[in-house]
């Protein structure tokens, strides 16, 4: 089975940078795209980065240009590298995996993270 697990969240200064890690483990061969979302307080989660091994990344207005999605794919870990932080970024962080293939069953799986809290604060 696979399962991601989050990693690196904390207290941060506004325009400070942190890196959030999202470690992936059973059989990940067959992942080919990992999404960040976040859920800030009272609102609804939130789509923010996503990288597909097929065509790149891409972000959401809100952190385009300030967050970047590293990968090492020796270690099976996906991150996310943000700068600039501000207090609309504090939020608990997800990483996804959208499309994870089933062996055996010819279908796929929408799995998640356990999710890691970001607080941009003084």
């Known amino acids: 089975q696979v399962q991601l697990v989050e990693s690196g969240g904390g207290l941060v200064q506004p325009g400070g940078s942190l890196r959030l890690s999202c470690a992936m483990s059973g059989s990940t061969s067959g992942i080919n795209i990992i999404a960040w979302y976040r859920r800030a307080p009272e609102k609804q989660r939130e789509l923010i980065a996503q990288?597909?091994?097929?065509?790149?990344?891409d972000y959401a207005d809100s952190v385009k240009g300030r967050f970047t999605i590293p990968r090492d794919n020796a270690n099976n870990t996906v991150y996310l590298q943000m700068n600039r932080l501000t207090p609309d970024d504090t939020a608990v962080y997800f990483c996804?995996?959208?499309?994870?293939?089933?062996?055996?069953?010819?279908?796929?799986?929408?799995?998640w993270g356990q999710g890691t809290l970001v607080t941009v604060s003084y």
């Open positions: 990288i597909d091994t097929a065509v790149g990344t």
């Open positions: 996804n995996a959208p499309s994870v293939p089933v062996p055996g069953m010819g279908w796929y799986r929408d799995v």
